[in-house]
């Protein structure tokens, strides 16, 4: 009966025969339990680049990748190469520790990020990050540099951008071993044969290039012991000037005005009646630019303040909607840079996702994070540890309104109606349309409990509780 078939045929059977075969072997949780989302937007701070991003939540792992994406193909297909390799290897991992992540009270985590640099309005530097921890002490990092010419529909490579001759090499391995030098925090771990090693060859280099600073990423390993963790060396681009050639320096020189971000000040908060019935709305994972522009103006009509828990990335993509969100008096919170599960990465990473997405979000909003929610939930003594030396609080919930889950409006409301108490912590996000669809009912609902709508923050004080420590709110 195959034989009869034509060929067009045959190899739609051949492809899905394969497909059913590699989402078995692969060990992909298949379980009831697990949750996946994939969102397109289109961040108003770099035109050209859309935003893709992908989660997924199982029994046994969790997942999250942020991709800068572009209308040219060609741009696209080494970068989207490069995570699938990064995440069949994580899933072959996850199936070869199946048995002990299914005994353990752990999951596995990948999580790959992309921070854009713009070296001009139609050229970017892309700087992947891609952490992946599947059990065992430590997890696996890695770092992938692209440089995409949007205007030629290129990529760009170190050859375009620095002069490669013997001469002008001779005059930038110094300087990068002179900064690298001054960094104090490698004294002890760096290796200078690894180093020489690593920058023996420049077209293995992984770079990222801005308007102030040529910039050479290593991977944990590469040149220093592993306590010292992924190591980043910042050149100022006036120090390699005499080395870029012609076309990048007039890309570098091109107008590019930015007025500074007025510094946005908190609104001091009117004292509370300790007897009032207060409770924190609170809103994960955004900005988004469709959702989180309704929820601020449903939360303006009830006079309503909220906390937003914003990813740094995000905050980065849409700085406009992070500056309104403070600038209308909301709380900003930090939700790490990424969405990485904390509990899953080691001391460096955990503070880097945390000082990252708190440095970010002040860039774009003027508001510097007072407390830290982490993704999922997640978090175990070393992320305590890291918080804790911060004095920043780590901000759970006491209601959890399932809108991630349900994305159904009644359904949302019908849980935090039931669930509502006085000094309660709500949670919901401002990436699910749904969730602005249900809150004027809400709002409204609460208002004629009696209820007031405060931030985290005001909250605390309200409780007098210590600057540090894990906060849930009350529950019923």
Not at 94 to 123: C, G, W, Y
Request: charge should be negative.
């Amino acid at each position: 009966m195959l034989k009869r078939l034509k060929w067009p045929s045959w190899a739609l059977f051949c492809i899905f025969i394969a497909g059913i075969y590699y989402f078995i072997s692969s060990g992909a949780d298949t379980s009831l339990q697990a949750f996946s989302r994939t969102e397109t937007t289109s961040p108003a701070a770099f035109p050209g680049l859309n935003l893709e991003t992908r989660t997924k939540e199982t029994k046994s792992y969790t997942l999250a990748i942020s991709t800068p994406i572009t209308e040219i193909e060609n741009l696209n297909k080494p970068m989207k190469e490069w995570i699938q390799a990064q995440e069949m290897e994580f899933l072959e991992l996850v199936k070869a520790n199946r048995q002990v992540l299914d005994s353990e009270e752990f999951r596995a985590h990948l999580n790959i990020k992309a921070e854009p640099k713009k070296v001009s309005d139609t050229m970017y530097t892309l700087v992947f990050e891609a952490y992946q921890y599947t059990g065992g002490a430590n997890g696996q990092a890695a770092v992938k540099t692209f440089t995409i010419d949007l205007a030629n529909q290129k990529m760009v490579h170190l050859a375009d951008v620095i002069r490669m001759d013997e001469e002008s090499l001779a005059t930038l391995r110094p300087l990068i071993k002179k900064q690298i030098g001054e960094k104090e925090e490698l004294q002890d771990y760096l290796f200078e044969d690894l180093l020489d090693e690593a920058l023996e060859n420049p077209s293995s280099w992984k770079w990222a290039l801005s308007g102030k600073n040529f910039t050479l990423y290593f991977n944990e390993y590469e040149i220093a012991a592993g306590a010292a963790g992924a190591v980043k060396v910042k050149i100022p681009i006036e120090q390699i000037r005499p080395l870029l050639k012609d076309e990048i320096a007039q890309h570098l020189k091109l107008p590019d005005i930015q007025l500074p971000e007025p510094e946005v000040k908190e609104p001091e908060a009117a004292p509370l009646d300790p007897n009032g019935k207060y409770i924190a709305l609170t809103f994960d994972d955004g900005p988004h630019p469709k959702v989180t522009p309704l929820i601020l103006d449903i939360l303006k009509k009830h006079n309503a303040k909220a906390t937003f828990y914003m990813l740094g990335s995000q905050a980065q993509f849409y700085p406009a909607l992070a500056s309104q969100v403070a600038e209308e008096g909301h709380e900003i919170g930090n939700h790490s840079d990424s969405h990485a599960d904390l509990s899953s990465l080691g001391e460096i990473e955990i503070r880097k996702e945390m000082e990252e997405a708190s440095t970010k979000i002040k860039e774009a909003s003027g508001q510097l994070p007072a407390t830290v929610r982490p993704p999922y939930g997640a978090m175990n003594e070393d992320v305590k540890k890291i918080a804790g030396m911060a004095h920043t609080p780590l901000i759970l919930w006491s209601v959890d309104s399932l809108d991630w889950k349900t994305l159904n409006a009644s359904a949302i409301q019908k849980i935090v109606k039931a669930n509502a108490v006085p000094g309660a912590i709500v949670l919901m996000h401002d990436i699910h349309k749904p969730t602005a669809e249900a809150l004027p009912d809400l709002l409204t609902y609460l208002e004629k409990e009696g209820y007031e709508f405060i931030t985290v923050s005001q909250l605390l004080s309200l409780q007098e509780q210590e600057v540090t420590g894990t906060f849930f709110g009350k529950r019923q």
